[in-house]
């Protein structure tokens, strides 16, 4: 399980998919590969990012050995929906920019949720939709450039037409961490991925099993 860890700490692909195969090949279960393997490796990840000695480059480059990892183990559908929690994630109509996006999905999905991707310059009824029809925990909107925020204020009013005016919604991107929860109409603004990631274990752990947020 070291071996795969390390192989994931260092963005090498590769290895990390030839480790995981060996431990299948041993016997060890897709469960265990993800809690003790990938959850482990982003743990160490996390804690690199919480005294501020990671890079971008670094960030990528073990999301995409997470997520070779993740298909090799679930090849149909990538990870499945687990007791952790399901989001629906999305960067909203107007903004075109997918890179934060894509890191918090890879973190998220190294973490052990399950993550629907909405896509780039998504409308806000499609993310409200989608946050229904998957059953999700949580609502998550990325932002680079300050023009989505009236979207991302809209959000909430969508879900509430949809009946779930309290599924939570937490905003993060870089024009978006210059503003509050409050003038977001949001419940949280993280600072980074894994931020966001502690924020939603946090939230999800306060919930009595089988209630929704």
């Known amino acids: ?22 431990l299948r090949a041993a016997g060890e279960t897709r469960q ?35 997520a070779a990892v993740a298909t090799e183990l679930y090849p149909d559908s990538g990870p499945p929906p687990t007791a952790r929690g399901s989001f629906v994630i999305a960067t909203l109509e107007g903004d075109i920019h997918d890179l934060g996006k894509n890191i918090v999905k890879m973190v998220l999905t190294g973490h052990g949720y399950r993550v629907v991707d909405c896509g780039k310059d998504c409308p806000v009824d499609t993310l409200a939709d989608a946050a229904v029809r998957e059953r999700a925990d949580a609502v998550l909107v990325s932002g680079l450039i300050t023009s989505v925020i009236p979207q ?6 969508a879900l509430a037409a949809r009946g779930r005016p309290d599924l939570p919604i937490v905003a993060g991107g870089a024009a978006l961490r210059q503003s509050s929860p409050t003038s977001l109409n ?8 894994f931020d966001g990631a502690r924020y939603l274990e946090r939230r999800l752990a306060r919930q009595p099993a089988g209630v929704a947020p």
Do not use: S
Request: glycine share 4%.
């Open 1 to 22: 399980m070291q071996t795969l860890i390390d192989a994931l700490l260092a963005g090498n692909h590769v290895a990390a998919l030839t480790a995981a195969r060996r």
């Open 32 to 66: 265990a590969i993800v809690v003790r393997g990938i959850q482990a490796a982003m743990a160490r990840l996390d804690e690199k990012c919480t005294i501020e000695a990671f890079n971008l480059l670094e960030i990528m480059l073990v999301g995409r050995a997470v």
């Open 152 to 157: 991302v204020r809209a959000v909430r009013a």
């Open 186 to 193: 949001v419940d949280y603004v993280a600072e980074d991925a």
